[in-house]
Every structure is written in structure tokens, then in C-alpha cells.
């Protein structure tokens, strides 16, 4: 990213964000287009970190000067996860649960049987959840598709000047740059301590309302207990700023 430029790599993040979404509205047999919804959010969990996590720091190093960065940062940290925050609203809002009756009545040990779920969905309800579905999927294919054309009409790869000497300096080749991190033992051990506390953070998160719906937790409940889930860890990264 710092030796192609922040522009190339938005691009294509953002290229292969719009092409997912496309996948995922490709009329199909259900079993092909659960593997193609499969394949679409395969790619973008590739493309998201690019302008993300990795994104966030090569903008702030580009545009801004030091005494700047930290606020920088900070600041897209947080709306980063105040996106997140309101995605637990928004989803359940959009596909809401139709009514089961109690759920643990399709429990099996301390998990819904989501088969035994399904079987006893009647045809109006997977109608009304697929059309719910379409809907969030397109939403969601429109947004995508604004910004992706917004990037390509203006998005300069750094500013007419840079902010500081470091933001002019040279960046080492991608080659060159991956050897360094790949034999860099505090590099393995941050990217240790950042996979496991964020990988189990985010497997858990993504399946909460499954997960809660063993205790009668309805998925709109479980929306919000993500979203303030993410607001607590909004005023921990205020704190640490």
C-alpha cells in the first residue's frame, strides 16, 4: 500500500467489495446462492482490511502531520466502529425474525436446531424473509456502489504536498518490506496477540443472535446488545486517546 499508493489499494478494495455484492444478487437455485453469498463475503472479509485497518494508518501518515496522526486515527477508528455499532440495528431491523413461537422448543442440548427451524417454516415466511433479504442485499450493493464510483471520480493517492518529512520519505518495495515482517519475531507475536483477541471477538459477535436465541434471546434483543458492545468499545478507545 505505501509503495503502490493509498489510491490503488482503496481501488481495488473497493472493486472487489462491488463485484461481492453483485455475486450475492445473481438470481440462482438456493444452494448456488448460498455458495456465491459464501464466495462474495469470502472476498470482501479479503478486501475490507485494505482500507480498514491498514488504510486508516497509511491515511493518517500521508495526509497529516505527527502532532496530528494520533487524532487522525483516532477519529476513523471510531467511526469505523460506530458503522459496525449500528449494523446490529440495522440488520435485524431489515430481515426481522418471523414468529417461531417459543424457540426453545427447538432446542437441541444448548444450540436451535436450525434444521428442525426450517422444516417448520411455512412458504409465506421464507417468501417474506427472502424478499427481505433481496432488500438488504440491494441496500447494500447501492451503498457499495456510490462509494466505489465516488473513489474512482476523486480519491488522490497523497496531498499536492506532503505534511512532513516523514510522510515524504521513501517506502521500502512490498518484496522487501514482507521479508522484513515475516522474519520480525515482535511482528509474529503482535500479530498473535491482535488474531486471537480480535478473531474470537469477531467469530463470536457475527452468530450472537444464534447463540442467545438457546435462551429465548430474540434477534432485535441481540442487536442491541451488539451495538452496545460496540459503543463500550468506542469510549475504551476514547479513553486510551
Known amino acids: 500500500m505505501c509503495f503502490l ?6 481501488v481495488c478494495s473497493m ?14 437455485p438456493p444452494h448456488v446462492r448460498t455458495a456465491l453469498i459464501t464466495f462474495a463475503e469470502f472476498l470482501i472479509s479479503v478486501a475490507v482490511p485494505a482500507v480498514q485497518n491498514a488504510g486508516v494508518l497509511v491515511l493518517s501518515a500521508t495526509w497529516f502531520p505527527p502532532h496530528e496522526r494520533m487524532t487522525a486515527t483516532a477519529i476513523a477508528t471510531l467511526v469505523s466502529y460506530l458503522g459496525s455499532a449500528f449494523s446490529y440495528i440495522v440488520g435485524p431491523n431489515l430481515v426481522p425474525d418471523v414468529d417461531y413461537g417459543n424457540l426453545t422448543h427447538y432446542q437441541t442440548g444448548k444450540g436451535i436446531d436450525i434444521n428442525k427451524l426450517r422444516n417448520n417454516t411455512t412458504p409465506e415466511q421464507m417468501k417474506f424473509l427472502l424478499t427481505r433479504i433481496n432488500d438488504y442485499l440491494f441496500i447494500e450493493a447501492v451503498l457499495v456502489g456510490v462509494l466505489f464510483f465516488a473513489v474512482l471520480i476523486y480519491f488522490p493517492a497523497k496531498p499536492p504536498s506532503p505534511p512532513s518529512l516523514s510522510s515524504a520519505a521513501g517506502r ?18 503482535l500479530l498473535l496477540i491482535f488474531s486471537l483477541s480480535n478473531g474470537v471477538n469477531w467469530g463470536w459477535s457475527s452468530v450472537q443472535d444464534l447463540i442467545f436465541s438457546g435462551v429465548g434471546i430474540d434477534q432485535k434483543t441481540a442487536g442491541w446488545l451488539g451495538f452496545w458492545a460496540n459503543v463500550a468499545s468506542l469510549l475504551g478507545i476514547s479513553f486510551s486517546w
Open 172 to 189: 521500502l518495495e512490498f518484496a522487501s518490506g514482507a521479508k522484513t515482517l515475516l522474519t520480525n519475531r515482535s511482528f509474529w507475536l
Open 5 to 10: 499508493g493509498l489510491r490503488f489499494a482503496v
Open 15 to 28: 472493486s472487489l467489495q462491488t463485484f461481492a455484492v453483485v455475486c450475492e444478487l445473481i438470481p440462482s
